[in-house]
């Protein structure tokens, strides 16, 4: 788990149903007079329990006959947490095998139990040997349409315009800046701005909002970058207040400079000084000088410490340089090292790439992963947000270096991320080719994690599929379906998919994060029309930077 992306949050107590993983319930070792034997729901012949039809056969079979009173009485059917289920109850090979069916229609998506009392006996008088207990279930989700179909390109403008939302009707009253999330208030967020700004001009590009509008926005965002927002040697902190400027700490240390947040700010900057290209327009031009003197603004080579060749993440003005977190991956923040080689005059050189960020070829990967070969990073290529916030501007279509092709990286990665979830190899509830998808997001466990192959907890996050809709276009529409016409009464809100949701805890998320719509509505947009990759690397000092780093461009 990266600390960059750790943020505690208060999660909704749920009871976990673990007994749908492993029975709770095991047949004694030995001969035994009275004990459970097998238990049956509908075709499932043994746990996990899922996706059990709403009006299940449960088929217990015990290993002698039972005594149909004590069955009645404590052989039940219950919801979680407790309620008694009805049910009729039907007696099958010499009443050793009890089968419960309920009355009405169970609840879809809904954990429930089956309990043995202690008062549970045979036809004999014996006492079971393996009660009290329970064995859990989840039941099936209801397949119908929560919405009516509409055709993709349809249904894609209506995910753009609804995330967008978020960053629009939803910015911060005062500086126009995004929030961290939907509960935050005044706390906005530097990295999550920066890519409210590209959504902005996704926003202006479909007709959701006029270009005056936009530009009104950007432009009252960047004025108070400029006039209230600290700054440390032109970098931002990661997170602080709306209103005034001041910086709000991340972490105790974390309470300065950020460069990788900033560099997702300049990210989405830069796209809107191309994007309002006027020379006729003073506001226009007006906007655009005030964008440069703020990318201009950051000192890179500070970053490097003492030049060394590498670039540290934090900077503080009261513990310096303690955090120590280098820059280096592969992670999400080769934008970093991208700007950092862009900037004028004082561009970062080669060696800092090369020993930095690659780490001397050591961001190598090469292995093999559910048949798909992963150029860079860790195993298992890590939470899809690697492959999404650096690429929300640059376009990874024939960009190579001697390190890898990065859409052949990024391609892989997804693919890895949807063939994994495929397998389940930890036999969550719901996943499979429609419901695939993790990296960093809420969750009902630690509050937030960076979810992935290697640390899965179960959670999917609409934004790990859906921002990879250019890297996987049919397995991300797959998924997009699913998240809105099945689930769309669950986690389709007032800023489109909410972040997180766990079909094995049956929890879903009710918060939005700026870090998370973004991807979404930019990388639908670029899958669309290559429209934000197409503007940061029409940025000639972009092109140069990377030219510079040894990069082959289109």
Request: a negative charge; proline letters at 5%; hydrophobic letters at 35%.
């Amino acid at each position: 788990m990266l600390q960059h992306h750790r943020i505690t949050i208060l999660a909704t107590a749920l009871l976990i149903l673990g007994a749908c993983r492993k029975e709770a319930i095991k047949t004694p070792a030995g001969n035994s007079s009275f004990s459970l034997k097998t238990l049956t729901l509908d075709t499932v012949h043994s746990a996990p329990y899922y996706g059990i039809s709403l009006n299940p056969s449960i088929q217990v079979q015990f290993t002698s006959p039972v005594n149909r009173g004590s069955a009645q009485n404590d052989l039940q059917l219950r919801s979680v947490p407790g309620t008694v289920i009805s049910t009729t109850q039907t007696y099958e090979k010499g009443d050793s095998e009890v089968i419960l069916v309920p009355t009405s229609p169970l609840i879809p998506i809904t954990g429930y139990n089956v309990y043995f009392g202690s008062g549970m006996k045979s036809a004999r008088g014996d006492s079971i040997t393996n009660t009290p207990g329970t064995i859990g279930f989840i039941t099936t989700i209801d397949t119908t349409d929560k919405f009516p179909r509409i055709t993709d390109s349809s249904l894609l403008t209506l995910v753009e315009a609804q995330t967008f939302k978020y960053f629009y009707d939803f910015g911060h009253p005062v500086s126009g800046l995004a929030r961290e999330r939907n509960s935050s208030g005044d706390l906005v967020t530097t990295g999550g701005s920066g890519f409210g700004v590209m959504a902005i001009l996704v926003g202006i590009q479909r007709n959701f909002i006029t270009r005056q509008q936009g530009m009104a926005r950007i432009t009252e965002m960047v004025s108070f970058l400029t006039d209230s927002a600290k700054r440390y040697h032109g970098a931002f902190p990661h997170w602080m207040s709306g209103s005034t400027g001041a910086t709000i700490p991340f972490s105790p240390q974390d309470d300065g400079a950020d460069l990788v947040e900033t560099s997702y700010l300049m990210e989405g900057l830069l796209c809107a000084r191309q994007y309002f290209n006027s020379n006729t327009d003073s506001g226009e031009i007006r906007l655009r000088t005030a964008i440069n003197s703020l990318w201009n603004g950051v000192d890179w080579n500070w970053f490097r410490q003492g030049s060394q060749n590498t670039l540290y993440w934090h900077w503080s003005p009261d513990f310096g340089w303690s955090s120590n977190q280098q820059i280096n991956g592969w992670n999400e923040a080769l934008i970093s090292y991208v700007l950092a080689a862009s900037a004028s005059p004082d561009s970062i050189p080669k060696m800092v790439y090369d020993q930095g960020w690659a780490r001397n070829g050591g961001i190598r990967n090469g292995n093999t992963y559910f048949g798909v070969q992963l150029p860079l990073g860790p195993a298992l290529g890590g939470p899809l947000f690697f492959a999404h916030y650096s690429f929300l501007g640059l376009n990874p279509l024939g960009l190579s270096d001697a390190y890898a092709n990065y859409w052949d990286q990024d391609t892989a990665q997804a693919q890895i991320n949807y063939r994994y979830c495929v397998a389940n190899p930890a036999h969550f509830n719901g996943y499979g080719p429609d419901c695939w998808g993790l990296t960093a997001s809420d969750d009902n466990f630690s509050g937030y994690s960076a979810h992935s192959p290697t640390n899965d907890l179960g959670v999917i996050s609409p934004t790990a599929a859906i921002a990879s809709l250019p890297y996987t276009p049919q397995e991300s529409l797959n998924a997009l379906h699913f998240f809105y016409y099945k689930l769309g009464n669950k986690i389709w809100g007032s800023y489109g998919f909410v972040d997180a949701f766990d079909l094995t805890q049956i929890w879903f998320d009710n918060q939005f994060l700026a870090i998370d719509q973004g991807p979404q509505i930019v990388m639908i947009e670029n899958y669309r029309s290559h429209m934000l990759w197409n503007l940061l690397m029409s940025c000639p000092e972009v092109q140069r930077g990377l030219k510079q780093l040894g990069f082959q461009v289109p």
